[in-house]
């Protein structure tokens, strides 16, 4: 077994709706979840102010991040704020089902496509 | 006390002390009675030591155990904030042991771990095909960087579609097929995900190869949209 480091991608098609199970990866080996970040590309409109996006181990019904990241309206640079990995939650196992929830959206309804990216670290049991 | 981990599961006899030991700076003389100093630019050691609280014999069947008849393992143990763990490729000695002066002796024991960065290395990538999806060969397309082997094809569609059927993938570089199974996405599907995909024992690319995605079925509604391919790789240049 080894252990090696990539970046798991979650992608939000469209106009962003507040609900679970937007966009489920099974993972396919067992790790933990180093850091959170990712990129919108409309910010949308409103009050609420933010696009708040949160990632969840579905197959354990748990959260992964402690503080949720954020998509906030008045954002200079597109790019999530705030995702902090809780040290308690950021394990995995093999085939485990991770999926990107959205928590809230501005209140225009109007924020659009993001892609939530995660570094992560693997530990490959079959090479 | 520090949690201690081989291949991601704790040792029930844990170490008292780990160490990380950079490799030894090089000096050269020069003739102006100054000094070169060179840092070299290879893995550290890692030293794992027992105390005299682990009974020499517990640790080293745990440790055979352990190793098995694999070289290299993974190593990890809790960081320096006592929250999270670091994580290390390393070579695995064999593990024997000796009768020492006394056989009821609890002893010390260390044990050194050369850090290592395997070859090949793991890379991740994505092939994301927007809109409705119709049944083709090379759909999104992607040019290998470097050789490598597929180790793993997973995916998520955002609409399934309706009526008979479902949407099917595989992955290939436009000659050879990578899976000996193709990956479906059922239309009754309650995650969304790739379902049956069995990836080919010798899924081996090559630097310049085009590696594509191939739709080879939609449900009789054709109106299942939009799919996230992953594809796991080790790459043979990182």
Redesign the interface.
Known sequence: ?????????W?L?GVITVGDGK????M?Y?G?FVKVGGSINILGTGAGTSTDVQLRNETQAKDILSTVGTFEVDSGTNLLEGAVVD?AT?SFAKGD?VQADVDAIPGGADSATAVIEAVV??????? | MATFKI??VAMTKQPSHIEIIPPRQQIYPTSGANKIIVQPLTPPTIEVRWGMDATYPEVVAELKTKRGR?L???I?WTNEDG???K???VVFPEIGSGIGPARTAVDVMTLTLEAIN?MP????T?L?A?GVLTVADGVVKWIAPAGGRI??V?G?I?ILGTGAGGTQIQVSNGATDYLTTPGDFVVASG???MENQVVAPDAYFDRGDIIEIDVDAIPAGADSS?V?I?I?C?SFEV
Request: aromatic share 12%.
């Open positions: 077994m080894i252990t090696q480091q990539g970046t798991e991608i992608t098609v966009w489920p990866k099974a396919p067992a933990e040290p950021c089902v670290i693997y530990f490959i049991d079959d090479v | 291949d991601n694999d290299v393992h993974a990890s929250a999270r763990l994580h290390c490729n395997p290395g793991l890379l991740l994505t994301f927007p180790l793993w997973s998520t955002y995650t969304r995900l939009t996230s992953y796991y080790l």
